[in-house]
């Protein structure tokens, strides 16, 4: 049973009994128009701006090329690759230790007459022909492959490089410039070659133009009339 005595309304129990305020209206927004957003990075899309604004007036921002090569087109290009780049050096280096061993050793046998030490002498020999015939062997192979594939691709913009499809950034990649050809080392130790004969004179001198502004002192212009400099 409810007591009544507790029971109070509203207004008896020192509340004032008051209709709920209307809802306020809601605020009118000026629909103006809304800014353009701001670059995620501005500053690495004003380098990537600054470097295009470097390049000589003529070059297009993008070009892509495809092209069928030869094996006379790559090997002789290869062969003066490895002068350029060090690596005849090298191995020329190790063909004449080789052979100074050989030497010795033969001095040796003569003195002491020790069949031990002839055959060290003729170990050594053969190693150092190996080498010599190996690095022929290479860039013969490489050519032989270059030429059993049916196309080339390279593509370059302001960004990167994309080699038969591998995606190459320019500090990663070197150019050779040699009579009738570019030689690009890429991915530590590949190379690729683009022969001039296969471009066209205005795409030729847009490529050159292009990879010298990008690579700067990464593009070694070996060319005959500039070693004659």
Avoid: C
């Avoid at 015939?133 to 594939?149: L, T």
């Avoid at 990663?172 to 130790?189: F, H, K, P």
């Amino acid at each position: 049973m409810i007591d009544e005595k507790t029971t109070q309304q509203p207004a008896e129990a020192g509340l004032e009994n008051q209709d709920p305020s209307p809802s306020p209206a809601p605020e009118t927004v000026s629909q103006e128009p809304l800014e353009a957003a701001e670059p995620e990075n501005p500053a690495e899309e004003a380098d990537e701006q600054e470097d295009w604004e470097d390049m000589p007036s003529g070059v297009p921002e993008e070009m892509d090329l495809a092209f069928h090569v030869s094996y006379d087109d790559v090997f002789p290009v290869l062969n003066l690759t490895d002068k350029y780049d060090g690596t005849q050096k090298k191995q020329k280096t190790r063909v004449g230790m080789l052979l100074l061993i050989m030497v010795l050793e033969v001095i040796s046998f003569f003195q002491t007459k020790n069949g031990f030490i002839l055959v060290l002498a003729l170990i050594f020999g053969a190693m150092a022909v190996y080498l010599q015939r190996r690095g022929f062997g290479v860039n013969h192979r490489i050519a032989k492959a270059f030429e059993a594939e049916e196309q080339q691709t390279f593509k370059v913009n302001y960004e990167a490089a994309w080699i038969n499809g591998t995606y190459t950034r320019f500090g990663e990649m070197t150019v050779y410039e040699v009579d009738g050809a570019l030689s690009v080392i890429y991915d530590e130790n590949r190379t690729f070659v683009i022969p001039k004969r296969l471009l066209s004179e205005e795409e030729w001198v847009q490529l050159t133009r292009k990879l010298k502004g990008l690579l700067g002192d990464r593009y070694f212009d070996k060319t005959q009339e500039s070693l004659k400099k």
